[in-house]
Structures are given as C-alpha cells and as structure tokens.
C-alpha cells in the first residue's frame, strides 16, 4: 500500500493552520505520515501542531529556530519514511479526496502526479488555475519534446508552462529529496518553488498531468503586498535564483533561453514598487491605472489571464469583474458575459486585454456605444 509523506512548513499561521491540518487528517485515503515543521513560530503555531500530533499518531512535529522554507521542507522530508510526498503551505488546504484520487497514479510508479490550483480569495470569489498542458500521461521522451520547449517559460503567453509550485503536486520522495538537499541554504525568498521543480524535471522520467482540482491556495487581502517584493535584497536574491537555474540547466539551451524570459520578467515585475511605471511586453498599465482602483478586466484569453495574475499578484486594486464575449469558454475563472458591465456602477476604469489594435478600437467603441465613458477605457 503506497505511503504518501506530507511536509507543512509554519511560521506565525495560527489563523489558517487548524483547517490546513484538518483537511490533511480528513483526507479519504489515510495512509500517510505528515510533518508539521514549525520553523521559529512567535504565534501560537507551535501549540497547534503539539495539540494534533497528541491526538493523531500520524502526525509528527519538529520545532527548531527560523531557517526559511526550504530547509524547513528539508528537514521534514528527511524525517519521513514514504514513497511519494508533497507539501502544504500552512494558509492553504486541500479537498477530502486529493490522494484517493491520484492512487492509480501513484500504484503505476508514475514520478511526478499534478494537479490544479484553486485560487482562493473568499467564499465568494475564487477560480481554477488552468493546465498548460493536455491531461494525461507523459514518459521521457514526450516530456523532453512537449514539455520541456515551454516548461520554465513560454515566450508566446509570456507565463510559465509547467506551475512550478510544488503543493500541487506529488513526487517520488527520492526525487524530492535530492533537489532540497541542493536548495536547502540557498538564500532566496522569491522563486523558492522554482529552484526546485524544473531541476527535479530534468530527472523526472515519468509525468501525469489531471484536471482534477484538489489544491486551495489563500490569497493575500486588500492592499498587502507578497513579502518577497518587499525585499531589500529582492534583486540580489533573484540573481542567485537566476544563476542557480542556469548551473542546472546548462545543458539544455532551450531552457536557458526560458531562464532569461523569466529572469527579466521576475525584474519589471518589481518595479512598480519603486514609482518606475515604465513597461514594455506584456506587462499590465500600471501607469496608465492608479493604484488601489476598481478594474474591469474586459478578454480572458491568454493577454488576460496574464494581466489577471499580474494585478492580483501584487495587489494592486480589485477586480470587480473579468469579462469576454466568449465567457462560456472561461466560466472557470469566474469570468462574465459583457453585458455585466451595464451592472457595475463604481468602476474607475475598464482595461482591454486584446494584442491588436483593430481589436481594441471595435471593443471600446462597442463599451462607448453601451455608456461607458471613454476616459474610463484603457487599452496598452
């Protein structure tokens, strides 16, 4: 019977870390031994994870002094005797069925199993991250071939291929083990899941990909910012995450094409912290929209998706609706008809997400034409 080992690395959560662990000890398929690794906690974290490792034997957990999330998988992944794992981060959760439902997977030996994310912002706004690539199963071969040409970074929709989270999927502990072993002191804060999972990729010679939608990950609230763009050092460490990608991945130059793509993109997405609202790519107008505005975000195709992540990523203002004329294609993500718009009230602005001009001419005529005003209409 497959063994799945589970790591949660804590670090001041008391008000998300109950659900977390429960919705691991609920799990439908029981066979699994999880981690609880408080990495310096001055919260009541600690007491948490003491109270469920006494009331469930299943559980273990280990206190030690702050060391980041890395060493903390580390540590915990070391400690367990398993044939797969994964990991939760401690403000998320993960539906009753999430192992049960890739056992089969797991049973044919399969190293790398992912699945989808759930966006959660409250219980009444969130959406399903989409897969990049088909569901099914990939061997060596076809992931050399139809992965790895968009794996780190594809250039076309200016976003990752593979989501390089590691919460949502489940590995081959030995895999796991050898990429943390290598990323354990590496001082980045950015990026962390990033310097893990395409160099695990490269050694991976087996991938199944579901739809099935299993992992809840919680949204920051209102106007906080990701603590990483915060970062003082946040080039410096970027740069080290840039360099240790590039050491991994030497021999692949397709991907060391991508590692740039995505070097200088993690790059200009920062910059709107220092005032600089220059921009050029695909990166949203932020100089075009004041922080802390009310958006409607009009195209869910890729451009949208991109400028959705981007607003939402660094908190920029709030989205009160994502809309496209073709939203049945997109119901998913929570996206709207168009006719909504005729709804919504205290919009500051409506930012089209199209490439081509014609395009965006038609749709702003089309918004004037339905009384929007033509200030309120932004198109980059």
Not at 86 to 111: C, H, P, R
Not at 123 to 142: M, R, V
Not at 174 to 187: A, G, H, P, R
Request: charged share 25%.
């Amino acid at each position: 019977m497959i063994k799945i080992g589970i790591v949660v690395p804590i670090y001041n959560a008391e008000l998300y870390l109950e659900k977390c662990i429960s919705s691991i000890l609920e799990q439908s398929y029981s066979n699994f031994e999880l981690v609880l690794v408080n990495d310096g906690s001055t919260d009541n974290s600690g007491r948490i994870c003491d109270y469920y490792a006494g009331i469930d034997k299943r559980v273990k957990v280990i206190h030690q002094n702050n060391q980041g999330v890395l060493y903390a998988r580390y540590i915990g992944l070391k400690c367990l005797e398993c044939d797969y794992a994964t990991f939760l981060d401690a403000d998320d959760w993960i539906a009753k069925d999430t192992y049960e439902n890739v056992l089969s997977y797991m049973e044919q030996g399969i190293d790398v199993i992912s699945f989808r994310i759930i966006r959660y912002f409250d219980d009444s706004y969130q959406y399903t991250s989409l897969n990049n690539y088909h569901q099914g199963l990939y061997n060596k071969q076809q992931i050399e071939e139809m992965i790895f040409p968009t794996m780190i970074w594809n250039i076309t929709k200016c976003t990752y291929g593979i989501d390089p989270s590691i919460c949502n999927k489940i590995i081959k502990k030995d895999l796991l083990l050898d990429e943390l072993n290598k990323v354990k002191n590496l001082n980045i804060f950015y990026g962390q899941d990033v310097a893990v999972m395409y160099p695990l990729m490269l050694q991976a010679k087996s991938l199944f990909i579901t739809d099935n939608c299993s992992y809840y990950h919680r949204q920051r609230k209102g106007k906080e910012i990701a603590p990483y763009f915060l970062d003082k050092d946040y080039y410096k460490k970027l740069y080290l995450l840039y360099e240790y990608l590039s050491e991994q991945c030497k021999e692949h130059i397709e991907l060391k094409k991508q590692i740039d793509y995505f070097y200088v993109y993690s790059v200009k997405l920062r910059l709107w912290i220092y005032g600089d609202k220059k921009r050029d790519g695909e990166l949203f107008p932020f100089d075009k929209i004041p922080k802390g505005s009310k958006i409607i975000l009009y195209g869910a195709s890729g451009l949208g998706q991109l400028y959705h992540e981007q607003f939402l990523k660094i908190n920029y203002g709030t989205i009160l609706a994502w809309v496209d004329k073709d939203y049945d294609k997109y119901q998913e993500f929570g996206v709207k008809d168009i006719a909504c718009i005729s709804t919504i009230k205290d919009f500051n602005y409506i930012v089209i997400a199209v490439i081509y001009q014609e395009t965006a001419e038609r749709i702003k005529n089309n918004l004037i034409h339905m009384g929007v005003r033509a200030e309120k209409i932004v198109w980059k």
